[in-house]
Nanobody, 127 residues
Framework: VQLQASGGGLVQAGGSLRLSCAAS????????MGWFRQAPGKEREFVAA?????????YYQDSVKGRFTISRDNGKNTVDLQMNSLKAEDTAVYYC????????????????????WGQGTQVTVSS
């Protein structure tokens, strides 16, 4: 599967953005899908993941819980990240990822990397 992320931009603190990741290939539904981010000078970190098939299970980094929502549409081969109440510390390059894992929380564990990555999309939140 190949991944293409879009939707980044510049937004004021408190605002919202929706990122989307389009995947190629016919096996999209078999993958756990997720989002990571990397701020300048920092390591790439996990943000959110959603289970394969019907996406009925999600997992979030604590700092984005209640503000970010991950969703998937297997008919369109897309995974979205709705980001609300954005903060300056959310500024980063955001990457979508895919992995053949049993559960979305496993994507947050480095021991299960590497994953399939898309190119990043820049999110800048001005304070």
């Amino acid at each position: 599967v190949q991944l293409q992320a879009s939707g980044g931009g510049l937004v004021q603190a408190g605002g919202s953005l929706r990122l989307s990741c389009a995947a190629s290939g016919s096996t999209f539904s078999r993958y756990v899908m997720g989002w990571f981010r990397q701020a300048p000078g920092k390591e790439r970190e996990f943000v959110a993941a959603i289970s394969r098939e019907n996406g009925d299970s999600t997992y979030y980094q604590d700092s984005v819980k209640g503000r970010f929502t991950i969703s998937r549409d297997n008919g369109k081969n897309t995974v979205d990240l709705q980001m609300n109440s954005l903060k300056a510390e959310d500024t980063a390059v955001y990457y979508c990822a895919a992995a053949l894992l049993a559960d979305p929380h496993l994507m947050s564990l480095k021991m299960y990397s590497p994953f399939l990555w898309g190119q990043g999309t820049q999110v800048t939140v001005s304070s």
